[in-house]
């Protein structure tokens, strides 16, 4: 059964008109049961990841300022989310929802998260909406519970996962991937493994070709024991906040073609969903939906 991190907390109040759209982490499930994808069951409430888990990607400095809420101002604004005990409490549940997730992708092949892909966390500081490094954390807790050794982290967001490259920068056992806009936030991007930049403006054709020539050859090459995959929606034509110009189908073809090659190779794969910003709704739940709708058809 393909099973799902989802947390009320998701959902985390915002002042008005606040650019990031939260209302997408309690539109999502609402969808997927509505049209029936999925049922209740195929939901699990996560708990909080353990601070020793978090330790193992992020400074004891960092998360200390981070939950007893002293993070000076400048630092509160990069990552772009007033900060709050609430906010604190769902980053940390975010996480222990990609943890608990990777066990169910060890049983089943696949699990999902409803949010993370908080990629933009670097070791000693949150920006850009996250906080937290969600895959980074249970990357560090699938080693250290000797369930991989090997781990490929497929970062296919629009934007750099800068967070991922900088907190795995001299770690050989974890091989970070993105491939994201050219001409996108971070401007200053870190050195993952392997970047793809794409221009500015490509279509699905150019975006696909790029994507199905580069990840075969790639896992061949790293043979992971597990990957993350990292499927956000805003590489969409429609984003506000992204420069490619794919469609909605285009990006289900790519999440179809990694989750087929996933699951060809027998690879465990937990997804968390990233970023999304189109400025109709629909449009980003839409593009998710088509996420948990192939890892249905695919894997169950």
């Known amino acids: ?13 915002l002042p008005e008109r ?11 499930p609402k969808q997927l049961l509505h049209e ?8 699990f409430e996560p708990k909080s990841a353990s601070i020793e888990d978090i330790l193992a990607v992020h400074t ?12 000076d101002k400048r630092a509160i604004r990069k990552t772009g989310f007033p900060l709050s005990q609430e906010l604190v409490d769902r980053e940390i549940i975010i996480a222990g929802g990609t943890i608990e997730g990777c066990q169910y992708a060890l049983e089943n092949g696949i699990a999902m998260n409803i949010a993370g892909g908080t990629h933009h966390a670097y070791s ?3 920006e850009a909406f996250c906080l937290l490094h969600d895959q980074a954390t249970a990357s560090r ?13 497929i970062d296919l967001d629009v934007h750099q996962g800068n967070g991922t490259a900088e907190i795995f920068q001299n770690d050989d056992s974890i091989f970070t991937f993105s491939m994201h806009g050219k001409g996108n936030y971070p401007f200053r991007k870190e050195v993952s493994d392997l970047d793809i930049e794409v221009p500015d403006g490509s279509k699905d ?28 929606v805003d590489i969409l034509e429609t984003d506000k906040l992204g420069r490619l110009s794919c469609s909605v189908e285009g990006c289900k073809e790519r999440d179809r073609f990694v989750l087929q090659t996933c699951h060809d190779l027998n690879i465990p794969v937990q997804c968390s969903m990233g970023g999304g910003y189109s400025p109709e709704i629909k449009i980003i739940i839409e593009a998710h939906a088509n996420t948990y709708r192939l890892a249905q058809n695919i894997y169950f």
């Open 205 to 232: 054709e150019y975006y696909l070709k790029t994507l199905k020539e580069t990840l075969p050859d790639l896992i061949e090459k790293v043979q992971p024991d597990f990957i993350f995959y990292l499927c956000g």
């Open 141 to 153: 807790y699938l080693q250290k519970k000797k369930l991989a050794e090997k781990i490929l982290i």
């Open 1 to 13: 059964m393909l099973k799902i991190a989802f947390h009320p907390i998701y959902k985390h109040s």
């Open 18 to 28: 606040h650019r990031f759209p939260m209302e997408k982490y309690e539109l999502l």
């Open 124 to 126: 000693d500081h949150g």
């Open 36 to 43: 029936g994808t999925c049922e209740e069951q195929h939901f």
């Open 60 to 71: 004891k400095e960092y998360v200390e300022n981070l939950t007893n809420l002293t993070l």
